[in-house]
């Protein structure tokens, strides 16, 4: 399977603004972002041309899509799905973004990026209502639970992120630290998800 395997902190520049890619370093001094505020390449700092409305559309889309870590196929999948479900296309899509697996595990402080979120699931170290999970992508159900599996209970990525992630400011979630789990409690609102992104331009984009 197509995978991205440059630098994510270029994603980052690229967008002028920070994704949360790169885990525990987007807190810190270290981030490019904060030094370099400017696109990547030898015309980053030189770039002044006025940006067409397609391409403020795409910046949008891109945004959304590195955010999350999707290919482009699998974004337009998500679209697609989104269009099919009652209420406005922009918010159901964060919404289905939102119950992706690999999401959830980041949002509970399981993972400190969903990078690393989609590679705990792949080596198999989460359940979801008791039964295992390897699949990233799976979207959860409201209730669902998620628990790390007993053997990998003492995995020092899993303590390390919950110990930056003091408590989880996301009311649609709540987690249990002592026994390592969480709960999926539901679908959240548009408005309650922290993604600096207006979808609606995605939705125009796709519109044409």
């Not at 699998?74 to 939102?98: D, M, P, S, V, W």
């Not at 999401?103 to 989609?118: D, E, P």
């Not at 303590?159 to 649609?172: C, G, V």
Request: hydrophobic letters at 30%; charged letters at 30%.
């Amino acid at each position: 399977m197509a995978r991205y395997t440059d630098s994510v902190c270029k994603l980052c520049r690229r967008e002028r603004q920070k994704l949360f890619l790169k885990g525990q370093k987007c807190y810190t001094e270290k981030c490019p972002v904060e030094n370099r505020s400017y696109p990547p390449g030898e015309h980053g700092l030189s770039r002044r041309s006025k940006v067409s409305e397609f391409g403020v559309q795409l910046r949008e889309k891109q945004k959304i899509k590195r955010s999350y870590g999707l290919l482009e196929t699998q974004f337009h999948n998500y679209f697609e799905k989104a269009i099919r479900q009652k209420g406005i296309t922009g918010e159901n899509l964060i919404k289905i973004l939102e119950r992706r697996f690999d999401n959830v595990v980041y949002r509970l402080g399981f993972a400190s990026s969903r990078k690393q979120a989609r590679q705990l699931i792949k080596h198999r170290h989460f359940l979801v209502n008791d039964k295992l999970v390897d699949v990233p992508s799976y979207l959860l159900s409201e209730g669902d639970i998620i628990k790390v599996k007993e053997k990998s209970k003492k995995l020092d990525a899993i303590h390390d992120s919950l110990k930056r992630m003091k408590e989880i400011p996301y009311a649609w979630l709540t987690t249990d630290k002592a026994s390592l789990s969480g709960t999926f409690l539901q679908v959240p609102q548009r408005s309650e998800v922290p993604l600096n992104a207006n979808e609606q331009l995605v939705v125009e984009l796709y519109s044409k």
